[in-house]
């Protein structure tokens, strides 16, 4: 199982749970991240790369979709940590804005907060990124 899939499976979990409002029911935000996090928890754990397993997914309310993943070392330094998410702060964005279903994400609102543990359950480093900062025009 790759990322790859379960960033396929949050589309379509997207899109299905948009395409309701076709059939007269609009779905509520709320809608859309239960069935995001459902899908992505049924396809969890998943071996990302040598040290990264994304573990599963929640959302909190009004609009979070959060990411748990844990990493195969027990800390990181200052200077990692400030690497990890300088890396991240410029790459991750750009994967969510090519993906299917992150403008619908976006147009509701919804903020996406990866964050990373260590095997202890201690959390490591943690990105939020603001739907103006994946969701905008390329």
Not at 25 to 33: C, G, H, Y
Not at 82 to 95: C, F, G, L, N, S
Request: proline share 4%.
């Amino acid at each position: 199982m790759t990322i790859r899939r379960v960033i396929v499976c949050v589309a379509w979990a997207v899109c299905v749970t948009l395409g309701l409002s076709g059939c007269g029911a609009q779905p509520s935000t709320e809608d859309v991240l239960r069935v995001t996090v459902e899908s992505v928890n049924a396809l969890t754990p998943i071996e990302v790369d040598e040290i990264t397993r994304l573990d599963s997914a929640s959302y909190q309310l009004p609009a979070t979709l959060r990411y748990h993943y844990t990493l195969s070392i027990d800390s990181l330094s200052v200077a990692e940590r400030a690497d990890m998410e300088e890396y991240m702060r410029a790459t991750v964005p750009d994967r969510i804005r090519e993906e299917k279903g992150s403008e619908a994400l976006g147009r509701l609102g919804v903020e996406l907060q990866y964050c990373y543990f260590n095997p202890s359950g201690k959390l490591l480093l943690e990105l939020t990124v603001a739907p103006i900062e994946y969701a905008c025009e390329k």
